[in-house]
C-alpha cells in the first residue's frame, strides 16, 4: 500500500501558497507557526524535495511547488464541499427563524398544526431579535421581517405582502354601546362612520414604539378622521400588551392585520371601519443566498407565501 500524506500537511501547504506566509496560514488554520512549519517540512521530506522559495518571512512555490498545488488544491476543495454537503443534509432539518414577538405569538403560533402537517420533519426554532441584525452572526437561517427591504441589501430579500392596519375592538365592547344609534352604526362595521362613532364613546389604545408609533396617525390621515388623544394608562411599548388591553374591552386599536388576524375570525376582537395600507412596513422573507441551496428553505418560503395570499 502506498504511503498516505497526511491530510493535515495538505492543508497547511495549501494554506501556505495561498497566503504567501507560514505566520498567515497559521492564523487561517488556528494552529501555530511551529505546526505549520513542521507539516510544511514533514511534507517535503516525504515528497523528496522542497516545495517552497523562502525569502525573509515570506514564502513562495516554486517549480515542482506550483506544479504540486494545481493538482492538490482543486482536490483539497472537493473534499471540503463534500463534507459541507454532509453536513448541511444533517442540519438541513433544522431552521431558525426570526420574527417579532407580536408575529410570533398571533400568527405564527396559530399557525403551527398546518405547519406541522405541511412540513413534519422540519424543526424550527424561533427567534425575536428586534431591528436590523447579522442574521449569521445570531444563528438565523430565515427572517420574516415587517418593515423595509433597505435594511437587508446584504441579503435575498423577497416580499410577502402588504401591510394593512384596521381598526379594533372587543365585540362586547360593542354590545356595551347603549346608544340606538352607534348599534345602528356598527351594523356596517367596514363603513368610516362607524369608526368615527366608536371613537366618540371608547378610548384610544396606543403602541409607542418606534415600529408602531405611526399607526394612528396613517389610519386617521387615511380615512380623513382627527388624531385622538392618547389618555392615562391606554399607552403601551408593545403590540401584544395593546392587543390585550383591547381584548379586555379597555378600549379601540389600530394595529397591523397579521398580529390579529385569527382573533377576528375567532371572534375575540371586532374590525370596525376601513383598512388603510402601511406606508412604512411591509412583511419581507429574508435570507442569506447560500441558504436557497436548503430544500426546507425553499419549502417554507413556499408555504410562507401562501399563508400571506
Known amino acids: 500500500m502506498r504511503k498516505l500524506v497526511p491530510l493535515k500537511s495538505i492543508y497547511a501547504f495549501v494554506a501556505v501558497a495561498e497566503m504567501g506566509s507560514m505566520t498567515e496560514a497559521a492564523d487561517v488554520l488556528c494552529v501555530s507557526h511551529s505546526a505549520i512549519s513542521q507539516a510544511i517540512k514533514a511534507l517535503e521530506k516525504q515528497i523528496g524535495q522542497p516545495l517552497f522559495n523562502r ?22 476543495e472537493q473534499i471540503v464541499e463534500a463534507t459541507e454537503e454532509l453536513v448541511d443534509i444533517h442540519h438541513d432539518k433544522h431552521l431558525t427563524i426570526n420574527m417579532v414577538h407580536s408575529l410570533a405569538l398571533h400568527w405564527w403560533i396559530p399557525r403551527v398544526p398546518d405547519f406541522q402537517q405541511a412540513m413534519p420533519e422540519l424543526d424550527v426554532r424561533i427567534s425575536n431579535i428586534l431591528g436590523s441584525f447579522e442574521l449569521e452572526r445570531e444563528g438565523v437561517d430565515i427572517a420574516l421581517i415587517h418593515g423595509k427591504p433597505n435594511e437587508w441589501e446584504d441579503y435575498y430579500c423577497e416580499k410577502l405582502g402588504d401591510d394593512e392596519l384596521i381598526m379594533v375592538c372587543s365585540p ?78 379597555l378600549g379601540v386599536l389600530i394595529t397591523h392585520r397579521q398580529f390579529v388576524r385569527d382573533d377576528i375570525t375567532h371572534g375575540v376582537l371586532a374590525e370596525i371601519g376601513p383598512s388603510v395600507l402601511n406606508p412604512y412596513q411591509d412583511y419581507y422573507f429574508v435570507c442569506p443566498p447560500d441558504k436557497l441551496r436548503r430544500e426546507t428553505a425553499l419549502m417554507l418560503r413556499a408555504w410562507l407565501r401562501e399563508q400571506f395570499k
Not at 356595551?176 to 345602528?184: H, R
Request: charged residues 25%.
Open 55 to 76: 525569502t525573509g518571512r515570506r514564502v513562495e512555490l516554486n517549480q515542482a511547488g506550483r506544479k504540486y498545488y494545481r493538482k492538490v488544491a482543486p482536490a483539497l
Open 172 to 249: 362586547q365592547l360593542i354590545e356595551l354601546a347603549t346608544s340606538p344609534p352607534l348599534k345602528k352604526a356598527l351594523k356596517s362595521p367596514h363603513l368610516i362612520d362607524s369608526a368615527k362613532r366608536l371613537l366618540s364613546h371608547f378610548p384610544p389604545i396606543f403602541v409607542t414604539n418606534d415600529r408602531r408609533k405611526h399607526d394612528w396617525q396613517v389610519w386617521c390621515e387615511a380615512n380623513g378622521i382627527e388624531l385622538p388623544l392618547q389618555q392615562n394608562n391606554l399607552t403601551f411599548s408593545a403590540s401584544i400588551q395593546a392587543v390585550q388591553a383591547t381584548i379586555r374591552r
